[in-house]
């Protein structure tokens, strides 16, 4: 059994921190690899250290000297160390890095070393090997990560360690130059190490206990989901919910590795798993058929109508979507009734040109009359558990129907695992509770 963990930022933010990571990775003899972050935020009006050091770059740019955020760096790894009893000297580390610094060093290189030094303290408080990013992960000129060279150098180094901290962020270039992946990208780090080690899981663990099934702001304390797939979670995400990205997390998913997203500060907390399926999953009896709710605010609909229309409504349907291609506007559901269709789609995307298009679309000699409906909320309702199975939009039209929610549209794609009603935005947070009241909770 192999596990690789990434830790995030705030999980790493001070020396009470790393004692909870130390704590977690020896309860679990299996957790072989660790992928450390910079460290991030202590408290809400802190600095991450990756943006005190793009700062610094900032600085060395335009020839203003960085000594006082330099400082703030040095101060932060230097208490870490000294308050984890540390033997690694990390401040001479740091200004032996930075007078070798200068207007020709690139920001990759000066961001990645907050990575670099949380990799070099935290190996020694494990008594983990420190193996650099720089060592295995290794980028092609044109920025992509050239997989069969890093795997086949991370499998060397792992052969020889065993136990291994690693920095995330960053890899280099054929020629040595640091490179870095797009900010919060010690995801990626996490995820290919995993992927290159087949581990059996993967687990990152940040300061939240996984997915929630809704955006607490709208409901208070929701549930954890215990378990998405990734369909699921394209679904949840597009809709407004912030998950982890799932190209982040691509290298897992291709060979299958699960996905634990763990809390730090609640290591008890199964959090959530993330997966292709379930196939062992036993069909819960009936209640539990949701994975999670997420909603978006600010549609619109234009209504068209055409009596009789028949076999002309496709022709209809072309010219008034091939309209919206010209206006450029993404549309989102189109639901359509015998004698009419809609067109649903984001306010903000016609917010000065409303007028202009519904004037054209009058025009349209096929039309006999078309209108705007503004203030529109769409909720995903998504769940794997709805699919094939009988009577689940019964049950969430009648708990809306029995809170005197009006529906105003309806959609469900075909493989069943997202149900999306439209409704007024005034509407919004109460459906989104009485959805996760009624099945959710
Ligand atoms: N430290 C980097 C950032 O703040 C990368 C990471 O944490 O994943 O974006």
């Known amino acids: 059994m192999l596990k690789v963990l990434k830790f995030g930022g705030s999980s790493l933010s001070d020396s009470s921190q790393f004692?909870?990571?130390?704590?977690?990775?020896e309860y679990d003899r299996a957790r072989e690899v660790v992928v450390v972050s910079a460290p991030g935020k202590r408290k809400s009006d802190d600095n991450k250290i990756t943006d005190l050091l793009y700062l610094i770059h900032a600085h060395i740019r335009y020839g203003v000297a960085y000594d006082t955020v330099l400082t703030m760096v040095r101060d932060r790894f230097t208490e870490i160390q000294k308050e984890c009893g540390l033997s690694t000297d990390i401040a001479k580390v740091?200004?032996?890095?930075?007078?070798k610094v200068d207007k020709n060093t690139s920001v990759d290189f000066i961001v990645s070393r907050g990575e670099c030094f949380s990799a070099m303290l935290m190996a020694e408080y494990l008594g983990y090997e420190f193996v650099d990013a720089a060592d295995w992960l290794r980028f092609g000129y044109d920025g992509r990560v050239d997989a069969e060279a890093?795997?086949?150098?991370?499998?060397?180094?792992?052969?020889i360690y065993r136990h291994i901290v690693t920095p995330g962020f960053y890899g280099t270039f054929p020629n040595g130059e640091v490179h870095v992946f797009p900010r919060g990208g010690s995801d990626i780090t996490g995820a290919l190490a995993a992927a290159y080690l087949d581990a059996d899981v993967y687990e990152n663990w940040t300061d939240v206990s996984g997915i929630l099934m809704v955006d607490p702001r709208i409901v208070k304390d929701p549930k954890t989901i215990a378990r998405v797939t990734y369909d699921e979670l394209r679904e949840l995400s597009y809709m407004g919910?912030?998950?982890?990205?799932e190209d982040t997390v691509f290298p897992v998913r291709r060979k299958d590795i699960p996905v634990n997203i763990r809390n730090t500060n609640d290591p008890e907390d199964p959090g959530t798993i993330i997966r292709e399926n379930f196939e062992d999953e036993l069909e819960e009896e009936n209640e539990r058929f949701i994975t999670g709710?997420?909603?978006?605010?600010?549609?619109s609909i234009i209504n068209v109508y055409k009596?009789?229309?028949g076999e002309a409504k496709i022709g209809l349907l072309r010219q008034v979507l091939e309209l919206f291609d010209r206006y450029g506007i993404p549309v989102e559901q189109?639901?359509?009734g015998v004698d009419s269709f809609s067109v649903v789609f984001p306010s903000e995307s016609i917010k000065t040109r409303k007028h202009e298009l519904m004037h054209e679309l009058e025009e349209f000699e096929e039309i006999d009359s078309c209108d705007l409906t503004e203030g529109i909320s769409l909720i995903a309702i998504v769940g794997r558990q709805m699919a094939y199975r009988t009577g689940i939009s019964g049950k969430i039209f009648k708990a809306l129907g029995d809170n005197r929610i009006n529906i105003r549209t309806i959609e469900q794609g075909a493989d069943e695992i997202n149900i999306m009603i439209g409704v007024y935005n005034e509407d919004f947070e109460r459906a989104v509770r009485v959805l996760y009241e009624s099945f959710a909770k």
């Open 94 to 99: 740091i200004d032996e890095t930075f007078t």
């Open 150 to 159: 890093s795997e086949a150098k991370l499998k060397e180094l792992k052969g």
């Open 241 to 245: 919910a912030s998950v982890l990205h």
């Open 307 to 309: 009596s009789r229309i």
């Open 334 to 336: 189109i639901p359509s």
């Open 19 to 25: 004692a909870k990571v130390k704590e977690i990775v």
């Open 293 to 299: 709710i997420a909603g978006k605010r600010n549609f």
